[in-house]
T-cell receptor, first 115, second 113 residues
Framework: AQKVTQAQTEISVVEKEDVTLDCVYE???????LFWYKQPPSGELVFLIR??????QNEISGRYSWNFQKSTSSFNFTITASQVVDSAVYFC????????????FGEGTQLTVNP | DTAVSQTPKYLVTQMGNDKSIKCEQN?????MYWYKQDSKKFLKIMFS???????INETVPNRFSPKSPDKAHLNLHINSLELGDSAVYFC????????????FGQGTRLTVV
């Protein structure tokens, strides 16, 4: 069975602070994929990144960066110099190769960035 | 143009009624899904369709019946609505039945009273 754990239910920071959202996953598959999605207050789900289990390189996209470590089964997400518009619920998700984009989601982390 | 669109955005109805939620994607994707987000914001897959064929039914009650008239549409019909069906329902699509990113609609907030 697959499982994704986001232990941080809520995080509150002040604008311009860096913040890291933790994601720990469990799977017995050797090939799997990890995702991050953002759900702003307006409610839609926005795709941020997909990473496959073969690629442990860290990724940076503007103020966003992701740290994938198979040794600790973690796929953490860091926002540098946070902004108020980053306030949202962030979901980490996992999919195995044979199940298409059927995603197993974590519980989500509510990030609030205060001015 | 909206890539994955759902209608309606809000739906309030009484227990026992039957209702439908429509979903359309204009991305040319082969695969479509329904997810349910409960009051605690937990997201769970309900159905997966590939090329109009049901691939996965995640032990959803029979009262929920998805229908895919073509690859671009996946509708969700719910019979005999119950209070516990209140949730946000998301439609999503992905390019192929492989692991590619899924793109989500804006969600339909269903409230059963």
């Amino acid at each position: 069975a697959q499982k994704v754990t986001q232990a941080q239910t809520e995080i509150s920071v002040v604008e311009k602070e860096d913040v890291t959202l933790d994601c720990v996953y469990e799977t017995r598959d050797t090939t799997y994929y990890l995702f991050w999605y953002k759900q702003p207050p307006s409610g839609e789900l926005v795709f941020l990144i997909r990473r496959n289990s073969f690629d442990e390189q860290n990724e940076i996209s503007g103020r966003y960066s992701w740290n994938f470590q198979k040794s600790t089964s973690s796929f953490n997400f860091t926002i540098t110099a946070s902004q108020v518009v980053d306030s949202a619920v962030y979901f980490c998700a996992l999919s195995k190769e044979t199940s298409g984009s059927r995603l197993t989601f974590g519980e989500g982390t509510q990030l609030t960035v205060n001015p | 143009d909206t890539a994955v669109s759902q209608t309606p955005k809000y739906l309030v109805t009484q227990m026992g009624n039957d209702k439908s939620i429509k979903c359309e994607q204009n991305l040319g994707h082969d695969t479509m899904y329904w997810y349910k987000q409960d009051s605690k914001k937990f997201l769970k897959i309900m159905f997966s369709y590939n090329n109009k064929e049901l691939i996965i039914n995640e032990t959803v009650p029979n009262r929920f019946s998805p229908k895919s008239p073509d690859k671009a549409h996946l509708n969700l019909h719910i019979n005999s609505l119950e209070l516990g069906d209140s949730a946000v329902y998301f439609c999503a699509s992905s390019q192929v039945w492989g692991v590619t990113e899924a793109f989500f609609g804006q969600g339909t907030r269903l409230t059963v009273v």
